[in-house]
């Protein structure tokens, strides 16, 4: 079986022509083989990422968090191959500086969702989805019931007064303009170039703010921000809509 796996590893590399694609790439069609998902897990320079898990995820109900129902290790090329049976699968990856195999990625660490979830598995046939790690600049506070996926959300970028970028920012959605309380979603941590996808469950009106945790009232001095001031902020979405809201501004917050 070993050896069998191994040389499908290799026939899926050629079939690839060894390409790490980025996470916008769609996943490549499904090839015979083992029954399962397998594929390339890099850094964001396109390095192996040795030492990460792939973990799939039957539901995205917990965000991708906690204990996942299947899991694989990541071999020294960067390669992984998850055993499955047919169904659909969410799919993330993680990589723990202390070597740790449970919680939440930290700072240092690395983690990536797959931007196509969710992954298809087909009888004798082996599913491709390739991840890139991106790093994590804070502890991650995703609220219970947050979306990994979807055809729903906002999309836009986080930055500070200076027009920069800013990692590890969250983006959050209001169903109301009351600020001052849990945010109903939230998105997962900014990368390096403070992009967000919010998903959301349907269509409506949302106000959307930032900011660097996401537990209780922001503190003085902490980076903060909204999409524009009050009832404002809102915006409306379509179901099967993901809307570009531009940028976020976060600023120093004052009482």
């Known amino acids: 079986m070993l050896l069998r796996l191994s040389c499908f590893l290799f026939t899926l590399c ?9 996470p916008s790439s769609p996943p490549l069609s499904a090839i015979p083989g083992p029954t399962g998902i397998a594929g390339q897990v890099t850094n964001k ?3 192996p990422a040795l030492g990460a898990a792939v973990y799939a995820y039957r539901s995205p109900k917990g965000g991708l968090r906690g204990p996942a129902d299947f899991e694989a290790i990541v071999g020294a090329e960067g390669d992984y191959f998850l055993d499955l049976v047919e169904g659909t699968y969410h799919l993330a990856a993680r990589l723990r500086r202390s070597g740790s195999d449970a919680g939440p990625p930290r700072p240092g660490d690395g983690w990536a969702v797959f931007g196509h979830n969710p992954v298809t598995v087909q009888s004798g046939m082996t599913s491709r989805a390739d991840l890139v790690l991106r790093g994590v600049t804070q502890p991650m506070f995703l609220k219970e019931g947050s979306l990994a996926s979807g055809d729903s959300g906002f999309t836009g970028r986080i930055v500070d007064t200076a027009g920069h970028p800013v990692a590890g920012a969250i ?3 209001y169903r109301s303009p009351d600020y001052h309380r849990m945010p ?3 998105a997962a941590a900014t990368g390096e170039d403070g992009r967000f996808i919010l998903y959301l469950p349907q269509g409506g009106s949302y106000c959307l703010a930032a900011r660097t945790k996401t537990r209780g009232q922001p503190q003085e001095g902490e980076p903060y921000g909204l999409l524009t001031e009050g009832a404002e902020g809102c915006r409306g979405l379509n179901q099967g809509e993901i809307r570009d809201v531009g940028t976020i501004i976060l600023s120093p917050y004052h009482r």
């Open 45 to 47: 320079e396109r390095a």
């Open 184 to 186: 109903d979603y939230t």
């Open 171 to 173: 983006a959050l959605a």
């Open 14 to 22: 050629l079939f690839s022509a060894c390409h790490f694609s980025s």
